[in-house]
C-alpha cells in the first residue's frame, strides 16, 4: 500500500501572502529541487517565484519566461532556473529546446506549465496548484512527490 503524498492547502488573501508563500519556500530549497507550478494565467506563478528569489538576495526584475522558455539566476551557492512551457504545442519540444540538461544536475528547477512539456520532465519534488478565489484571493494545494519534497513541505511549514 502506497502512502498518500503529503498535502498542505492554503489561502492567499493577496499578492503579499503569495509573496510571501515564495518566500517560505526559498526556505527549504536545497540543490537539485524541482518545483512545478500549476495554474491559469494571472494564477500567481510568476508572482510565487518573484518572492522566492527575493528571499533568496535576488533584488533585480524578475519577469516571466514565457517567450524566453528560461530566466537563469545565479547565486553564490547555487544556480536556478525558472522555465515557462506555454508556448509549447508538443511535449517533444522540450525534448528539441535542449533544456532537459538543467533537470540533471545540482540546479534547482522551477517550472510553470510543466503540462506541456510531456512525459519526458523529470518528476517534481513539490507542485503547487494555484486558482483563484471567489474573494480575489487565491488557493494554493502543496504536494510532496518525493521524499525531498516532503522536507521541503516541512521547511516551509516553519
Same mark, same amino acid.
Do not use: M
Given at each position: 500500500m502506497t502512502k498518500a503524498p503529503a498535502t498542505l492547502t492554503l489561502t492567499l488573501a493577496?499578492? @503579499?501572502?503569495? +509573496?510571501? =508563500?515564495?518566500?517560505? &519556500?526559498?526556505? /527549504?530549497?536545497s540543490p @537539485?529541487?524541482? +518545483?512545478? =507550478?500549476?495554474?491559469? &494565467?494571472?494564477? /500567481?506563478k510568476t508572482t510565487l517565484v518573484r518572492g522566492l528569489l527575493?528571499?533568496?538576495?535576488?533584488? /533585480?526584475?524578475?519577469?516571466?519566461?514565457?517567450?524566453?522558455?528560461?530566466?537563469?539566476?545565479?547565486?553564490?551557492?547555487?544556480?536556478?532556473?525558472?522555465?515557462?512551457?506555454y508556448r509549447f504545442d508538443e511535449p517533444t519540444e522540450l525534448r528539441d529546446s535542449?533544456?532537459?540538461?538543467?533537470?540533471?544536475?545540482p540546479s534547482i528547477c522551477i517550472?510553470?506549465?510543466?503540462?506541456?512539456a510531456g512525459p519526458q520532465l523529470p518528476p517534481p519534488?513539490?507542485?503547487?496548484?494555484l486558482s483563484p478565489r471567489d474573494d480575489g484571493g487565491r488557493s494554493a494545494?502543496?504536494?510532496?512527490?518525493?521524499?525531498?519534497?516532503e522536507h521541503w513541505l516541512e521547511q516551509t511549514l516553519r
Open positions: 493577496d499578492e @503579499s501572502d503569495t +509573496l510571501d =508563500l515564495g518566500r517560505r &519556500l526559498a526556505q /527549504g530549497l @537539485s529541487c524541482r +518545483l512545478y =507550478l500549476h495554474g491559469d &494565467l494571472g494564477a /500567481g527575493r528571499a533568496l538576495g535576488f533584488e /533585480g526584475r524578475v519577469k516571466s519566461p514565457t517567450f524566453s522558455l528560461v530566466e537563469p539566476y545565479e547565486f553564490s551557492s547555487l544556480s536556478l532556473y525558472h522555465f515557462d512551457f535542449g533544456l532537459l540538461e538543467h533537470f540533471d544536475g517550472v510553470e506549465w510543466p503540462s506541456k519534488d513539490l507542485e503547487i496548484d494545494v502543496l504536494v510532496a512527490r518525493s521524499n525531498r519534497g
